[in-house]
């Protein structure tokens, strides 16, 4: 199973580092078949606060129909997240993913670029849900059915939330999509977290 971690500019490292991490322990301590590529627009990606960013692979270089499953961590608008996550080409492969039925997981505002791709139109989601609840304002003007008070919403093969706090548990459950609740279970119990 591979996962496309895609760093949009911009992107949060607090919601980066968990897919890395929790796919990371399932494949290193239990033997799980499961790979992350990291790919960005550039080979350098400037995260948020200004870190440095090596990717694996640039978006030219990336066939969407190697990969299982798209992570998509959020990030900061005084960053240039919005720049990226709103850009033509990162919208249609969101939309190659979401029509092959495969798994796309996002953090916080990573969920916005998946309501202006059309994705979401009439489905069950979520975003950052403080500042007076501006971003699931503006994700449901995109279509989606915004669950206002969930930390993490799973729509069949989508999953939205919250925060940086949700990070791991998205990782957590799309672990779980992609090898199973139980291999889940064990990874997130071996790791301090619980798995629902």
Not at 117 to 135: F, M, P, V
């Amino acid at each position: 199973m591979k996962v496309l971690l895609f760093c949009c500019k911009g992107f949060e490292t607090m919601e980066f580092a968990p897919f890395v991490d929790v796919m990371g322990w399932a494949r290193n301590d239990y033997d799980m078949a499961l790979e992350v590529v990291t790919v960005g627009f550039t080979k350098t990606v400037v995260s948020a606060f200004g870190i440095p960013v090596l990717v694996d692979k640039i978006y030219e270089e990336i066939d969407a129909s190697e990969y299982d499953a798209l992570a998509i961590p959020g990030g900061f608008e005084e960053f240039g997240f919005y720049e990226d996550a709103y850009d033509e080409r990162f919208l249609n492969l969101i939309r190659e993913f979401d029509c092959s039925h495969k798994y796309i997981a996002s953090v916080c505002v990573g969920a916005l670029p998946l309501g202006a791709s059309g994705i979401l139109k009439g489905r069950k989601a979520t975003t950052y849900h403080l500042g007076a609840g501006r971003r699931q304002k503006q994700l449901a003007e995109f279509g989606a059915e915004v669950i206002p008070n969930q930390s993490v919403v799973i729509d069949i093969n989508v999953i939205t939330s919250f925060c940086p706090q949700t990070a791991p548990y998205v990782a957590i459950a799309l672990l779980g999509m992609l090898m199973g609740g139980e291999k889940a279970q064990v990874v997130a119990t071996a790791m301090g977290y619980e798995y629902s």
